[in-house]
């Protein structure tokens, strides 16, 4: 069966006042959004709410207040696993729908209350994302182009105000570029960036000591993390040629990308033997722990879920301009605005580097920015516009803006 459930039955009165269905293709430990929503939905259960998941994969435990839909289906290639999860999930949401319905971005056409938008497809068009040269076969450039035009589709049909009530922004950026390119009134618009649990990514001596360890960094190296998937468009190119500039710098790369191509790139800048490829984990704390500064010289997001945890950590930031930063990079106090490029990262990397007290300094003030943006801040802003959109709300919604 496409749609299965694994969770136990939850006798449906006849309206949930707390309930909630979010449909997303994943929910895990692994990736910004399927980790923020992760966070959003631990949060939902402590506060009381029901919760249905209508996704892929949720790899949340099993809790009294949890249900869990299963759309099975596969993950790749874009242009058959999207329709494919549009198609199913419509159905499965039309049939296990409970109270409200919220989902990431633009993946059903039921009619939704609240959709979540990291990121906007029509907006990537306009600064010409799309022409990326990062698929090099036919079958790959054919396979980007006709995934470009689905997306574009499927927001346009969306998030038109007939189909989706209210659309959640990760950042003021991306409602900027809503309004811009498909004319989403200010009405419908609401800001809640992603969240932080301050306390998970606190320093940890023996963490930092034993991920060293398992690669063979010694104590005193000078280490830049880059924690990303999608290396193309995070720039993992420029964090090595920039690392490749700095004598006795290393980079640890956590995330899932074509290892044997960067392999290749970080021989031919010469840091062929100062850059650790650590794959994808789930135990993120050790390796933000085991960094002296984290670099992110991505061509576009939108409040990256990674740079949040990086200025938990006590980390410096060096990273491109960037949709939801500004709440934690301010330049030249918790870390360095750079262009996209290797020698502008290997400038700022051979400083931080030759100066420890001002690095650290760096980082507690990126800790300090970390610290407004709680989850539990976060999920208190959800669970205030899942009441006011609730239906017999006598409550105006308005466009709550934590962190900001």
Not at 49 to 57: D, K
């Amino acid at each position: 069966m496409p749609v299965t459930s694994d969770s136990p039955n939850i006798e449906a009165p006849g309206a949930a006042a707390r309930a909630v269905t979010i449909v997303a293709h994943d929910i895990g430990p692994v990736g910004g959004m399927e980790r923020q929503l992760s966070a959003l939905i631990r949060g939902l259960l402590e506060r009381g709410w029901e919760v249905t998941t209508i996704a892929r994969r949720c790899e949340l435990p099993p809790h009294p207040l949890l249900r869990r839909i299963r759309v099975v289906g596969p993950r790749r290639p874009f242009v058959l696993a999207y329709p494919w999860f549009f198609a199913l999930g419509s159905i499965a949401v039309s049939r296990h729908r409970r109270g409200l319905l919220h989902t990431t971005g633009a993946i059903v056409l039921n009619h939704a209350d609240v959709s979540t938008v990291h990121y906007c497809h029509h907006a990537a068009r306009t600064r010409g994302d799309a022409r990326r040269a990062g698929s090099r076969s036919l079958l790959k450039r054919v396979n980007a182009t006709v995934a470009v035009w689905m997306k574009l589709l499927g927001e346009t049909l969306v998030y038109d105000a007939r189909r989706t009530r209210y659309i959640v922004c990760s950042s003021a950026g991306v409602a900027d570029e809503l309004r811009a390119t498909l004319a989403v009134g200010p009405d419908r618009l609401a800001v809640i960036p992603n969240g932080v649990d301050t306390a998970a990514f606190e320093p940890d001596a023996a963490l930092r000591s034993s991920a060293r360890g398992r690669f063979g960094i010694g104590e005193q190296d000078f280490v830049a993390l880059f924690l990303a998937s999608d290396w193309e468009r995070k720039g993992l190119r420029f964090a090595i040629e920039g690392v490749a500039a700095v004598p006795d710098c290393r980079l640890l790369v956590v995330g899932r990308g074509d290892t044997a191509r960067y392999r290749v790139l970080a021989e031919r800048a010469g840091a062929g033997d100062r850059v650790v490829f650590a794959g994808p984990t789930k135990e993120l704390a050790s390796y933000y722990s085991a960094a002296d500064a984290f670099v992110l010289p991505t061509e576009y997001d939108s409040a990256p879920l990674a740079l949040y945890e990086a200025a938990a950590s006590y980390l410096p930031l060096v990273a491109t301009r960037m949709n939801g930063a500004e709440g934690v990079l301010l330049d030249g106090v918790s870390g360095w605005l750079v262009e996209r490029e290797g020698a502008a990262i290997g400038d700022r990397l051979r400083e931080l580097k030759a100066d420890e007290a001002g690095r650290r300094e760096m980082g507690r003030r990126a800790r300090q920015a970390a610290l407004s943006f709680d989850w539990s801040a976060i999920v208190d802003a959800y669970a205030e516009l899942y009441t006011r959109l609730a239906p017999g709300s006598v409550h105006r919604v308005r466009a709550p803006r934590p962190g900001t």
